[in-house]
C-alpha cells in the first residue's frame, strides 16, 4: 500500500454520494477503507441503475450500477448489521483500533446505538469522527434529510443558475454532494496533522447547506458586498464582460476574455477594433454595466463565423476561448487522455476483466494515488475484513448464524 495516507484505517458507514466520495478521495490517497454496507442491499447506490458496468468481452450487464463504481473505488465491503446489538459489538471492534471514522446517518442516530462521538471517544481518544449531514449537527434544520437536489435549491445555486428568462436550475452533476466530500475530506486530512501533533483526535461536523453557502463564492460576496440578489444570468459572467457562450455560424463556444488587453486584441481579430473606444466599453467596468449594448454588438459579429475561427484564432492571441464538448468528445479529447483521467480495473462482477472508472485528478510527485481495489461487491471483503481485526472462524460462523453479517 502507499501514499500519503497509507497505514490509515478509515470505517466507512457512509452512502449514496456526499460521504463516499469523500472515502474515495482517502483510499485513493492510500488509506485503508472499510465499507460498511447492510447485508442483502447495501450502499442505495447499488440500486441506482441503469446503467451498469459492463463485462467487456460480452458485453453483459454485470448487475453493478456505474453510479456506485463512481463513488467506491479503493473501498473493501463488510456488509454488517449495525441495527443488531452484535452488529454494533462487531463495529466496536474495529472502531478501537481505525484512526478515521466517516458517517452520513441522520443526525443522531449512530448516539441511539451507543456509537456516537463521546462513546467511541472513550474507547479511542485519537479517532477523527467526521459526520456529513445536509444541515449540519446544530441549528432548526438539524433534522431534516439532506437531498443534494434540495441543497442546490436551498443554499443559493438555483437561483443563479440558468437562463434570466427561464426557471432556476440545478447543477448537471450532484454539486452539492460532490463539494460536502471534498471539504470533508479536506477537514479529515487537516484533523490527522492535528493528531499527529496531539495525538487527539477530534469532531468534524460537516453540512451540505453550510458547503453550498461557501461555494457562493464570488457570488455570495457580490451579494454581501452589495446587498443586491444577483439575478440569474444564463452562461454569462456577473463580474467580467464578455465571459460567455456565444452562437457561432455552425455552433457554440466559450469565450473568456479576462482583461481589457485582451478585449482589445479580442476586438481587433473580430473585426470590430472600434469596440474598445467605445465610452460605453473602455474597461471591464464600463462592459459590466452596459452588459447588453456590448452583447448587441459581439452577437452577429460572433455568428459570422464558423466555431473553428473562433478557436483556432483567438487561442493563437492567448485569449481564453473553448468547445463545449459532451462526453464522447471529453473523453476522446487528447489532453484528457494523456493527463489519464480513466483508469482500468479489474472487476469481480465482469470475470476479472478490467472495466473503466473515472480516475482521480490529484497528481502528486512524491506520494502519487494508487488504485488497489475495484468498487466492490457487496460484503465481498467481510471474512477478510473481520480476520484481520482479531475475529477467529467460529465467532464469524456465528455472525453469519445470527444474520449479523
Known amino acids: 500500500m502507499s501514499g500519503p495516507l497509507s497505514g490509515i484505517t478509515v470505517i466507512d458507514l457512509t452512502r449514496v454520494l456526499a460521504g463516499p466520495w469523500c472515502t474515495q478521495i482517502l483510499g ?10 447492510k447485508p442483502g442491499s447495501g450502499d442505495d447506490t447499488r440500486k441506482f441503475a441503469p446503467p451498469f458496468l459492463r463485462d467487456p468481452k460480452s458485453g453483459r450487464e454485470t ?30 471492534k474495529l472502531l478501537a483500533k481505525a484512526d478515521v471514522l466517516v458517517e452520513n446517518f441522520k ?61 432556476p436550475q440545478k447543477a448537471g452533476v450532484p454539486i452539492s454532494d460532490l463539494t460536502a466530500g471534498m471539504y470533508a475530506g479536506v477537514a479529515i486530512c487537516a ?82 477594433p472600434e469596440l474598445p473606444n467605445d465610452p460605453l466599453f473602455k474597461s471591464n467596468d464600463l462592459r459590466v454595466r452596459n452588459r447588453q449594448a456590448v452583447l448587441e454588438k459581439l452577437a452577429p459579429v460572433m455568428a459570422a463565423k464558423p466555431s473553428k475561427h473562433w478557436l483556432e484564432g483567438l487561442e493563437k492571441l492567448g485569449i481564453g476561448v473553448g468547445p463545449i464538448n459532451n462526453l464522447d468528445q471529453v473523453f476522446a479529447d487528447p489532453h484528457v487522455k494523456a493527463r489519464d483521467m480513466v483508469v482500468e480495473m479489474p472487476h469481480k462482477a465482469a470475470g476479472g476483466a478490467k472495466v473503466p472508472l473515472l480516475a482521480s485528478p490529484l497528481k502528486l510527485s512524491a506520494t502519487p494515488v494508487s488504485y488497489r481495489h475495484a468498487p466492490p461487491m457487496l460484503g465481498e471483503h467481510t471474512n477478510e475484513v473481520l480476520k484481520e481485526f482479531g475475529f477467529d472462524d467460529a465467532e464469524i460462523a456465528a455472525l453469519k448464524a445470527d444474520r449479523v453479517i
Open 63 to 92: 448487475g453493478e450500477s456505474a453510479y456506485f463504481a463512481g463513488a467506491n473505488r479503493n473501498k473493501r465491503s463488510l456488509a454488517l448489521d449495525i441495527a443488531k446489538p452484535q452488529g454494533q459489538a462487531v463495529l466496536k
Open 191 to 272: 484533523a490527522l496533522r492535528h493528531r499527529e501533533i496531539t495525538g487527539q483526535g477530534q469532531y468534524i461536523d460537516i453540512g451540505m447547506l453550510d458547503t453550498t453557502v461557501a461555494y457562493l463564492s464570488n457570488q455570495g460576496m457580490n451579494y454581501l458586498a452589495s446587498g443586491e440578489v444577483p439575478p440569474r444570468l444564463g452562461n454569462a459572467h456577473p463580474n467580467i464582460v464578455p465571459y460567455q457562450v456565444f452562437k457561432t455560424a455552425d455552433g457554440h463556444v466559450i469565450v473568456a476574455v479576462g482583461n481589457d488587453e485582451q478585449f482589445k486584441k479580442f476586438c481587433g481579430f473580430a473585426g470590430a
Open 107 to 167: 443526525t443522531g442516530t449512530l448516539t441511539r446505538y451507543g456509537l456516537g462521538f463521546e462513546h467511541v471517544k472513550a474507547m479511542n481518544p485519537g479517532l477523527v469522527y467526521c459526520s456529513i449531514t445536509g444541515f449540519g449537527q446544530t441549528g432548526p434544520y438539524a433534522q431534516r434529510p439532506g437531498y443534494d437536489f434540495l441543497i442546490q435549491g436551498a443554499g443559493g445555486l438555483m437561483s443563479l443558475t440558468g437562463e434570466p428568462d427561464g426557471e
Open 28 to 37: 485513493d490517497l492510500g488509506a485503508n477503507v472499510i465499507k460498511i454496507e
